[in-house]
């Protein structure tokens, strides 16, 4: 590593030099009355404390496993408001004892093994972008905690040019595993906001959702195959298009989050490059017109990669709105023919339902993207949003996000619902009135999922425990409604309580019997998707 190479936040989001400035933070947080004049400063992990390990690593896994104090505090947390805050007050919690870096399936295999004979429980880690408490553990229950970091297994092995597929390391973070594609002008094309920091495997245990908002809308869609170490032994599935043999092996483990094995390669369906894209957006001023536009295009069966619906809050906090209207974000994209015509439907369907078309961003190439001026607005504020989140919980702002998804008769009513609840409980809770916004990240033709954006101003050293109660009171309308207590962010630790009333009763029981099975001293990750 070069001196001027970027260098990752332990605590926050992203690299380190795209941080906020104290000054920027200040600017920033002055936008939300209530909050402090200063910013907590940046924490720095020369000043963290940590117990002593509680578990030594074996002579044979010496060269794989260490005990490093930077490594520990690193690995300790994930990147949700709640890590951020808690990093900012000095509050590591339950750093593991040992990290591991395998550079090999064998070394995974060997860390599996030892793990299971000493009682230390083991904890998979991709790239630590967890928003849901998915990466910590206090062991609790163990003799101790090894976070097992994969991301040396970082290589594209294989790739198969005529069914459009590649064997790919489970450890590779999203930039590299592109990189590794383009060459053979092939594309995986999933990009979570995360992206940067995220990894394959990461995406597949978590069930990720990424860049298109229509069809293709979960990293689901382009598993072909999995293979996964577990503590009795290596499943690998068959490559097949499609299977109509039993239940599904890949289901099994896509959404697992650690707890049944660890993924360390998967089989991946590509794509050719996009060449030709076209982007615009449209406003409305009614609620109900907006949705009912999306909903048509949802299921008109002409599949837009980007189907982003902001409402006027949403909008006006991107840049992409002056607050007045809801603004949707239309985008289309192929690899082979020109989609103006495409567009010029959607645009037409949108129109149908009193929407106010902007003037389409001129014909575009994977060279030269080019957008309108309101979509680029949210595009950059998008990719740019949890760095300004990290300088507001600095200046102890409550900012953190919560998604959903229900069925189209219901979204309009969870929508509002849930503005009022949880605007209810930001007022209970600080004292002052909220912000709460929505954007629509991901829309299908039976319904979509509202993703929402909460903003206040707590009380320093009181951060935590304030967002806890909103938190608690978002996931209570989104039990009334019957709506899903996540759309892609995982369950993690955090959000078991709603997990756990969501899934059936039998369901949970042979989740609970797969984990015997698979996992008999109950190593992997305990307390994620049932009790240890």
């Known amino acids: 590593m070069r001196d001027d190479d970027p260098v990752r936040s332990w605590w926050g989001w992203g690299w380190e030099d795209q941080a906020l400035t104290d000054a920027e933070c200040v600017a920033f947080g002055s936008m939300i009355p209530g909050l402090a004049d200063t910013p907590l400063p940046s924490p720095s992990i020369g000043d963290v404390v940590l117990p002593s390990p509680r578990v030594s690593a074996p ?39 040992l990290v591991a870096r395998p550079a090999t399936e064998a070394d995974v295999v060997a860390v599996l093994d030892w793990a299971s004979e000493a009682d230390v429980a083991v904890v998979p880690y991709g790239g630590g972008s967890s928003v849901v408490g998915g990466v910590e553990c206090d062991g609790d229950g163990h003799a101790g905690v090894v976070t097992l970091d994969l991301s040396a297994m970082d290589r594209v092995l294989e790739i198969d040019t005529i069914s459009r ?14 990189d590794q594609l383009r060459p053979a002008d092939l594309t995986l094309r999933h990009f979570p906001q995360s992206f940067e920091f995220s990894s394959l495997g990461g995406w597949i245990a978590t069930r990720a959702g990424g860049h298109y908002a229509t069809l293709h809308t979960h990293i689901d869609d382009f598993v072909e195959s999995v293979r996964v170490v577990t503590p009795i032994g290596t499943s690998e599935s068959w490559r097949l298009p499609g299977s109509g043999a039993g239940p599904s092996p890949d289901r099994l ?56 619906l902001l409402d006027p809050g949403e909008a006006a906090l991107s840049g992409a709105g002056s607050g007045a209207a809801w603004v949707l974000v239309l985008g ?15 645009v037409d369907i949108a129109r149908g339902h009193d ?43 409550i900012s953190e996000t ?66 806890d109660e909103i938190k608690a009171a978002s996931m209570e309308v989104l039990t009334r409604h019957r ?50």
């Open 59 to 97: 002579t044979t896994l010496a060269e794989i496993l260490t005990d490093d104090p930077a490594a520990r505090a690193s690995h300790a947390r994930g990147k949700a408001y709640r890590d951020v805050i808690r990093a900012l007050h000095g509050d590591v919690g339950a750093a593991p004892d």
């Open 165 to 178: 597929a590649a064997r790919i390391q489970a450890g590779v973070l999203g930039p590299a595993l592109e």
């Open 253 to 308: 483990f896509l959404g697992s989050e650690g707890t049944l094995g660890v993924i360390t390669e998967a089989w991946m369906r590509l794509q050719d490059r996009p060449a030709h894209r076209r982007s615009t957006t449209v406003t409305f001023t009614s609620t109900t017109d907006a949705m009912a536009a999306v909903r048509a295009i949802a299921q008109s069966g002409l599949h837009p990669a980007n189907c982003r």
């Open 332 to 346: 289309v994209e192929s690899a082979h023919h020109p989609v103006d015509a495409t567009l010029a439907l959607l």
């Open 355 to 397: 929407g106010t078309p902007a003037d389409p961003a001129p014909p575009t190439t994977a060279e030269a993207p080019t957008r309108d001026r309101a979509a680029e607005a949210w595009r950059s504020t998008f990719l740019r949003m949890p760095y300004l989140r990290d300088g507001l919980a600095r200046m102890s702002a």
């Open 402 to 467: 919560f998604e959903t998804a229900t069925t189209w008769d219901r979204v309009e009513a969870l929508y509002e619902d849930v503005r009022a609840a949880v605007g209810d409980a930001v007022r209970t809770v600080t004292g002052t009135d909220g912000l709460v916004t929505c954007r629509f990240t991901h829309v299908y033709p039976d319904g979509a999922a509202p993703y929402f954006t909460v903003i206040g101003a707590a009380r320093r050293g009181s951060e935590l425990a304030m967002w």
């Open 483 to 532: 709506a899903t207590v996540t759309h892609h962010h995982a369950v993690g630790r955090d959000h078991r309580p709603g997990y756990d009333r969501q899934r059936p009763d039998p369901f949970a029981a042979a989740l609970v019997a797969t984990k015997r099975a698979l996992d008999p001293k109950g190593i992997l990750n305990p307390g994620v998707l049932v009790d240890p």
